[in-house]
């Protein structure tokens, strides 16, 4: 018998997408509503993720992941307002191309509270939630800068490194309570995130969002006794990876 076509349907599962106001995150919102699920944008752009949230038919919530009382307060409202958590996506990041010597200790600061301490504050929050429900999927986004470190990457990297190690140990912690934790290693894209370099990198060397969108969705669609821990989409033209 020829095996069934693979279809991915969310089918109503209320996801949580932080840095939803623009690049992957908004990408990433798009492609869970177009598959069935309830999006909930947050991001710290309150027009931003209002937009967003109306073009997917969701909900936004004005979220700062650096901020615990933001974290709280939000997770919260979430939960009152749609009734449950089903995916977590920690998809906020920034970053300032510095070299070490030159970076402030404020910028170092917010990299690593934006990019590594907010996805901890966030499935902090969401963890209790989760195993209660016996379920529940938390997705990682990471980069190529937690495989390969570069110059003037000092805070980006260290921040993309430790998101793999709370990954792993967030999976070991959730896995005997049904949560899956997993992590998306992505490689350049066509968003803002290299508006500040001069030059910028030649688009046609650099991936569309909504492909890392698509992997996203084929994470999260995987069988209830199986888990993709990791996965790594790049454009063929990476030069961080391998």
Same mark, same amino acid.
């Given at each position: 018998m020829?095996?069934?076509?693979?279809?991915?349907?969310?089918?109503?599962?209320?996801?949580?997408?932080?840095?939803a106001?623009?690049?992957?995150?908004?990408?990433?919102?798009?492609?869970?509503?177009?598959?069935?699920?309830?999006?909930?944008?947050a991001?710290?752009?309150?027009?931003?993720?209002?937009?967003?949230?109306?073009?997917?038919?969701?909900?936004?919530?004005?979220?700062?992941?650096?901020?615990?009382?933001?974290?709280?307060?939000?997770?919260?409202?979430v939960?009152?307002?749609?009734?449950?958590?089903?995916?977590?996506?920690?998809?906020?990041?920034?970053?300032?191309?510095?070299s070490?010597?030159?970076?402030?200790?404020?910028?170092?600061d917010?990299?690593?509270?934006?990019?590594?301490?907010?996805?901890?504050?966030?499935?902090?929050?969401?963890?209790?939630? #989760? @195993?209660?429900?016996?379920? /529940?999927?938390?997705? =990682?986004?990471?980069? $190529?800068? *937690?495989?390969?470190?570069?110059?003037?990457?000092?805070?980006?990297?260290?921040?993309?490194?430790?998101?793999?190690?709370?990954?792993?140990?967030?999976?070991?912690?959730?896995?005997?309570?049904?949560?899956?934790? #997993? @992590?998306?290693?992505?490689g /350049?894209?066509?968003? =803002?995130?290299?508006? $500040?370099? *001069?030059?910028?990198?030649d688009?046609?060397?650099?991936?569309?969002?909504?492909?890392?969108?698509?992997?996203?969705?084929?994470?999260?669609?995987?069988?209830?006794?199986s888990?993709?821990?990791?996965?790594?989409?790049?454009?063929?033209?990476?030069?961080?990876?391998?």
């Amino acid at each position: 018998m020829p095996e069934e076509r693979l279809g991915f349907d969310l089918d109503g599962s209320v996801a949580l997408v932080t840095g939803a106001a623009s690049g992957l995150g908004a990408a990433i919102a798009r492609v869970l509503a177009a598959h069935g699920a309830r999006v909930v944008c947050a991001d710290i752009d309150e027009n931003g993720v209002r937009r967003v949230a109306q073009e997917t038919e969701g909900s936004p919530v004005v979220m700062d992941v650096a901020d615990p009382a933001s974290v709280e307060e939000g997770v919260r409202a979430v939960i009152a307002g749609e009734g449950r958590i089903d995916i977590l996506v920690n998809n906020a990041g920034v970053d300032y191309i510095r070299s070490a010597v030159d970076m402030s200790l404020e910028e170092w600061d917010r990299v690593q509270h934006t990019n590594l301490r907010g996805p901890w504050l966030l499935s902090r929050a969401v963890f209790p939630h #989760m @195993a209660r429900r016996g379920t /529940g999927q938390i997705l =990682n986004v990471s980069s $190529t800068a *937690s495989k390969k470190g570069w110059a003037n990457a000092t805070a980006y990297c260290s921040s993309k490194h430790g998101i793999m190690g709370l990954t792993q140990a967030l999976q070991a912690e959730g896995k005997e309570h049904g949560i899956k934790v #997993m @992590a998306l290693v992505a490689g /350049g894209m066509r968003t =803002n995130f290299f508006r $500040t370099l *001069s030059p910028p990198p030649d688009p046609a060397t650099l991936q569309p969002p909504e492909n890392v969108a698509r992997a996203a969705l084929f994470m999260l669609c995987q069988p209830e006794e199986s888990i993709v821990h990791e996965l790594i989409i790049t454009p063929v033209t990476e030069t961080s990876y391998p």
